[in-house]
């Protein structure tokens, strides 16, 4: 690669940070579906890449691996990680092995969730449809449609009203 094409390459992955160049990143990747934007840094590892659905926005430097199933018009904010499936504890080798428990770590987020800066979702949970996840969230269990999450672990802080909009706080 000449330096000249370093120098393109470099600006291209850290500064371009717009919708063309995410759904051009996403289809290079090899996400088909309509609208897809992946931001630069995003790593995007699902087993499925179909499982990506139409109009899923994911931010810069955000970290999905594993079973993972993004309906369409999710939002994932800056700094996501979203990771299926553990290693597990054995007890014959006394460590962590190189498996992984796939059936009780898929991850689902349902239409139109949005999951701001900083949230970390753990293996195993379900995200219902157009819930939030507050900043820097920790998701340890499964989050209802609508609901406000926020902290460490993640617990229910409010509701939106889906006829109005409206937040509304517990």
């Given amino acids: 690669m000449s330096e ?7 600006l291209y992955l850290q500064a371009s940070n717009n919708r063309e160049d995410d ?17 630069p ?27 993972v199933t993004i309906y369409p018009h999710v939002l994932i904010g800056p700094n996501v990680s979203i990771v299926a499936s553990n290693h597990q504890y054995s007890p014959r080798d006394d460590r962590f092995s190189d498996r992984s428990d796939e059936v009780k ?5 349902q239409y139109g969730a949005w999951l701001t800066s900083g949230v970390v979702v753990t293996p195993g949970c379900v995200l219902g449809r157009c819930c939030l996840i507050c900043a820097n969230s920790v998701v340890t269990s499964d989050v209802p449609d609508y609901a406000i999450f926020a902290g460490m672990p993640a617990r229910q802080i409010g509701h939106i009203d889906r006829d109005t909009g409206e937040y509304h706080w517990i």
Avoid at 50 to 60: D, F, N, P, W
Wanted: hydrophobic share 40%.
């Fill in 4 to 10: 000249e094409e370093f120098e393109k390459f470099t």
């Fill in 23 to 39: 759904q051009a990143r996403a289809r290079i990747l090899g996400f088909t579906g309509e609208g897809i934007r992946i931001a």
């Fill in 41 to 67: 840094g995003a790593i995007v590892r699902p087993h499925d890449r179909s499982a990506i659905h139409e109009q899923v926005y994911i931010g810069l430097q955000a970290y999905i691996n594993g079973d």
């Fill in 105 to 109: 770590g898929r991850v689902i987020i």
